[in-house]
């Protein structure tokens, strides 16, 4: 039986944890206010909160925790905290208009506050994110290290250690680099909003709105998923989270009414990791995406939202056929959207005054700001929803929790960003996906879709895009893409590690609620989401992203890509009004091609065609239906 006093012991750190978490998001929202501290100071504090809140709250040995071992790990993670601290102020005092640093350098103290950052920040990232994104990050150091070792083709100049500190550190081109600012200021912010609406329901006003609309259709619990998941997952800013949030009611409901388990599993994860595409928040890589390219966050936002409506189209048919196949019906117990609306109207007003305040370009962390207070405001409106103070804490709580691993993930990719910079890397690695695609844009998207698969099974979404988009986009620019449309497309593909096997954590989260196999619930997600694939192809080939004044070609992209989606659809499930031949699949696959690949006539020849099997496909299952009549 376990020491009362040692059961206390090892509660405190937990405690500690819960009040720092909610200072954090005081000080949070303090600095979004006032601005008050300036970047060079307020960064490098925001990490190492984060790191102190890490280490509290994912301790050095898990287990076993009344041993020797563990408190001897709670001692080693003392220490580091009292590390980072002590580097924190040594950095954030630090004096750039010091006469010395501008000649010597940087000294050798504050060299060893440089490297215990460096250190405890990869191993905060361990412990939050995974050994592949530490490895990532030390794979660049030992680069930039010692590049001038490799082969010419690939070799950089060799920068001694003072060289990697004094710019990785002491600047705002590594560690405290451009990711970073976007983590500590919008992404927390946002996350925090996040938070609210769950403390608040409004969670599960949007989950209940979903089914009122799109219950009593064929397969209503799965087409509620997508419709929910569309809505919640766009301000969760997790795939993951969203998964698990929505799928613990609709993956069950969804295997009820008689989807197979992995299908469901995989409808929930397609979906949920569609949110993180779906205006008006994004997630944090479009935030991030704002700041690399310097245009403002509501033309990203009102680009971003034809082709989300369009991946959700894509996944709502695929779930109908799937429906059709397996000749489901809608529910028979659903609440009317009015009586829905009715207990949860008022929510509905903090994302239309953050929608509002984003389209007017206000700043981003005073918009997420304004969310928060108006969630906050919101929910007070109605007795059933009035939120108390111990869930107001909770609420600043989980909103740190959930930001530490997009915190240090963003810092550790700012190493990557730093080293590509520093190192010139970035020119030879395009070179290289250019000679290797052979000339090809098809090819080289091709690539890059591999590449952020690959780097997806390691990285968070959004440092997967931030690592990807330093290689890859000028690349794009060089085949001629726009800067938008190319980090776009790597946006769009960075998200896809979340539903591709062999890695597909969002399809792993909902098998594990489906209780279905990981692997067969993952090739069900690839399939549902293959409009990570597709529409980021015609915004490379068909001009899918909205250009002032250029309507005309933007419509028709718009039907070129609903008429690929329909086809790829098709030849893929072989099934639309009613079964298809082999022959007539691969026709649809032709014609699919053709939206891809052809020149305007022939997309045009390839929707004609389209069209004539659509109707070919009707009438043949009119006819059988009328005959087994």
Not at 84 to 106: H, N
């Amino acid at each position: 039986m376990p020491d009362p006093k040692s059961s206390i012991l090892v509660d405190i750190p937990l405690k500690i944890a819960a009040v720092a978490a909610i200072a954090l998001s005081f000080f949070q929202i303090w600095q979004g206010i006032t601005a008050e501290i300036s970047a060079p100071v307020f960064r490098p504090i925001h990490l190492s909160w984060v790191i102190v809140l890490v280490l509290l709250t994912h301790p050095l040995f898990k287990h076993q925790q009344h041993s020797l071992q563990f408190k001897l790990g709670r001692l080693i993670d003392t220490l580091f905290a009292v590390a980072i601290i002590w580097s924190t102020w040594r950095i954030a005092k630090f004096d750039y208009d010091d006469i010395m640093f501008l000649i010597e350098g940087v000294g050798e103290t504050d060299k060893l506050a440089g490297c215990i950052t460096i250190v405890l920040l990869l191993e905060a990232t361990r412990r939050t994110v995974g050994m592949v994104m530490v490895s990532i990050a030390a794979l660049f150091l030992t680069y930039a290290m010692y590049g001038n070792y490799l082969p010419a083709a690939i070799a950089s100049s060799g920068f001694p250690l003072e060289d990697i500190i004094r710019f990785h550190i002491f600047s705002t081109n590594g560690v405290y680099g451009a990711p970073l600012a976007i983590a500590a200021g919008v992404v927390f912010i946002f996350v925090l909003f996040g938070a609210f609406l769950q403390v608040t329901g409004a969670g599960n006003f949007f989950i209940d709105s979903a089914f009122a609309i799109a219950g009593k259709y064929r397969g209503g619990p799965a087409k509620a998923s997508v419709i929910s998941s569309a809505a919640l997952g766009s301000i969760s800013g997790s795939a993951i989270a969203n998964t698990v949030t929505t799928g613990s009611l609709t993956i069950p409901m969804m295997k009820k009414l008689g989807y197979k388990p992995e299908q469901a599993a995989g409808i929930e994860a397609a979906a949920s990791t569609g949110g993180q595409i779906m205006p008006p928040v994004m997630g944090a890589g479009a935030f991030v995406m704002a700041q690399f390219t310097g245009i403002p966050y509501s033309e990203i936002l009102i680009v971003s939202i034809m082709p989300a409506i369009l991946y959700f189209a894509c996944t709502l048919l695929y779930v109908h056929i799937m429906a059709c196949k397996l000749g489901l019906k809608g529910m028979d117990n659903y609440e009317k959207l009015k009586v829905v609306m009715e207990r949860g109207w008022h929510f509905l007003v903090p994302l239309v005054l953050i929608t509002a305040l984003l389209m007017m370009s206000y700043s981003p962390v005073l918009v997420g700001i304004a969310g928060c207070a108006a969630i906050l405001i919101a929910s007070m409106l109605r007795k059933h929803s009035r939120i108390t103070l111990p869930l107001f804490f909770e609420g600043m709580k989980q909103g740190a929790i959930l930001a530490l691993p997009i915190s240090v993930a963003c810092a550790t990719a700012g190493i990557v960003v730093g080293v590509v910079g520093q190192t010139g890397i970035g020119l030879q690695f395009t070179q290289f996906l250019i000679a290797l695609s052979g000339g090809y844009l098809f090819t080289a998207l091709a690539l890059i879709a591999l590449a952020a698969v690959i780097l997806g099974m390691g990285l968070p979404v959004t440092a997967a895009y931030i690592v990807l988009s330093i290689m890859a986009v000028p690349t794009l620019l060089d085949f001629g893409v726009s800067l938008l449309a190319a980090h776009m497309i790597v946006f769009w593909l960075s998200q896809t590690s979340n539903v591709t096997p062999p890695i597909a954590l969002a399809a792993f989260a909902g098998a594990g609620i489906a209780k279905s196999s990981p692997m067969q619930s993952a090739v069900q997600a690839f399939k549902l989401a293959q409009g990570f694939f597709l529409i980021p192809m015609m915004m490379a080939f068909s001009g899918l992203i909205w250009v002032d004044g250029e309507v005309g070609s933007f419509a028709f992209a718009t039907l070129a890509t609903i008429a690929l989606i329909i086809a790829f659809a098709g030849s893929i499930e072989g099934y639309m009004f009613g079964y298809l031949t082999k022959a007539e699949r691969l026709l649809w696959l032709a014609a699919a091609a053709c939206m891809v690949l052809g020149t305007p006539m022939i997309e045009v020849a390839a929707m004609i065609v389209l069209a004539v099997l659509l109707a070919w496909n009707m009438r043949k299952a009119q006819s059988l239906k009328t005959s087994s009549a």
